[in-house]
C-alpha cells in the first residue's frame, strides 16, 4: 500500500470521525466554555490533535480517546486561564488577593482532590461490571450532562434504551455504595 492511500484511508478515517464526534464534543464544550465559538476551535483541535494520533498508531477505542483529548484541550486551557487571572490578580490589593486566594483553595486540598479521585475510580471499577455500553452511557449522562437524545442519537439507540442503561446503572451504583452523603 502506498503513501497516497495510507493519506487516504486516514482522511477517510479523520472523516468517520467528524460525522460521529462533532455533535458530541460541541455539546460536551459548549457546557463547559463561555461561547459557541470557543467551543468550535475546541473540537476543530480535537481533530488536528487526532489526526496526529492516527498518523502514528492504531487507534482501538476511538470514544476513549476522543474525549480523553478534549478533556487534555480543556486543562490545558485551563491552565493558560489561571496563568492569565494569576497575572490579573497580582494587580489588586493584596489584602484582595489573599481573601479571593484563601475562599478559592479552601474546597481544594490536596486531601480532598485525591478523596474525589479514588471515589471517581472506585465508581467507574462499579461501572465496568456493567459492561462498556452501560458504563459510556452513564458517564455521557451524568458525568458528562449529555442529553439522552444526543447519547442516543450517538450509539444508535432509541430513548428509551439509553434510560434503561442510565436507571441500570445507577441501581447498581446504589446497591454497590449505598447512599452517600
Same mark, same amino acid.
Request: cysteine-free.
Given at each position: 500500500?502506498?503513501?497516497?492511500? #495510507?493519506?487516504?484511508?486516514?482522511?477517510?478515517?479523520? %472523516?468517520?470521525?467528524?460525522?460521529?464526534?462533532?455533535?458530541? !464534543? /460541541?455539546?460536551?464544550?459548549?457546557?463547559?466554555?463561555?461561547?459557541?465559538?470557543?467551543?468550535?476551535?475546541? %473540537?476543530?483541535?480535537?481533530?488536528?490533535? *487526532?489526526?496526529?494520533?492516527?498518523?502514528?498508531?492504531?487507534?482501538?477505542?476511538?470514544?476513549? !480517546?476522543?474525549?480523553?483529548?478534549?478533556?487534555?484541550? $480543556?486543562?490545558?486551557?485551563?491552565?493558560?486561564?489561571?496563568?492569565?487571572?494569576?497575572?490579573?490578580?497580582?494587580? @489588586?490589593?493584596? =489584602? /484582595?488577593?489573599?481573601? $479571593?486566594?484563601?475562599?478559592?483553595?479552601?474546597?481544594?486540598?490536596?486531601?480532598?482532590?485525591?478523596?474525589?479521585?479514588?471515589?471517581? #475510580?472506585?465508581? !467507574?471499577?462499579?461501572?465496568?461490571?456493567?459492561?462498556? $455500553? %452501560?458504563?459510556?452511557?452513564?458517564?455521557?449522562?451524568?458525568?458528562?450532562? /449529555?442529553?439522552?437524545?444526543?447519547?442516543?442519537? *450517538?450509539?444508535?439507540?432509541?430513548?428509551? #434504551? @439509553?434510560?434503561? =442503561? @442510565? /436507571?441500570?446503572?445507577?441501581? =447498581?451504583? %446504589?446497591?454497590?455504595?449505598?447512599?452517600?452523603?
Amino acid at each position: 500500500m502506498g503513501a497516497g492511500s #495510507s493519506q487516504r484511508g486516514e482522511k477517510e478515517l479523520l %472523516t468517520r470521525f467528524d460525522a460521529r464526534f462533532r455533535g458530541p !464534543l /460541541m455539546s460536551f464544550f459548549l457546557r463547559r466554555v463561555s461561547n459557541r465559538t470557543d467551543a468550535e476551535d475546541l %473540537t476543530q483541535d480535537v481533530f488536528i490533535r *487526532l489526526a496526529g494520533v492516527v498518523e502514528r498508531e492504531v487507534v482501538d477505542d476511538p470514544d476513549a !480517546l476522543v474525549f480523553k483529548i478534549a478533556a487534555n484541550l $480543556l486543562r490545558d486551557r485551563g491552565r493558560r486561564g489561571a496563568t492569565r487571572a494569576i497575572a490579573q490578580l497580582a494587580e @489588586v490589593d493584596d =489584602h /484582595m488577593v489573599s481573601a $479571593l486566594t484563601r475562599e478559592f483553595l479552601e474546597d481544594r486540598t490536596p486531601e480532598r482532590v485525591l478523596l474525589a479521585r479514588v471515589e471517581i #475510580s472506585e465508581v !467507574l471499577r462499579a461501572l465496568d461490571e456493567l459492561g462498556e $455500553l %452501560t458504563k459510556d452511557i452513564y458517564v455521557l449522562f451524568r458525568l458528562e450532562a /449529555m442529553k439522552q437524545r444526543e447519547i442516543a442519537a *450517538l450509539h444508535g439507540l432509541t430513548v428509551k #434504551s @439509553v434510560e434503561k =442503561h @442510565v /436507571m441500570r446503572a445507577t441501581l =447498581h451504583l %446504589t446497591l454497590r455504595f449505598g447512599a452517600r452523603q
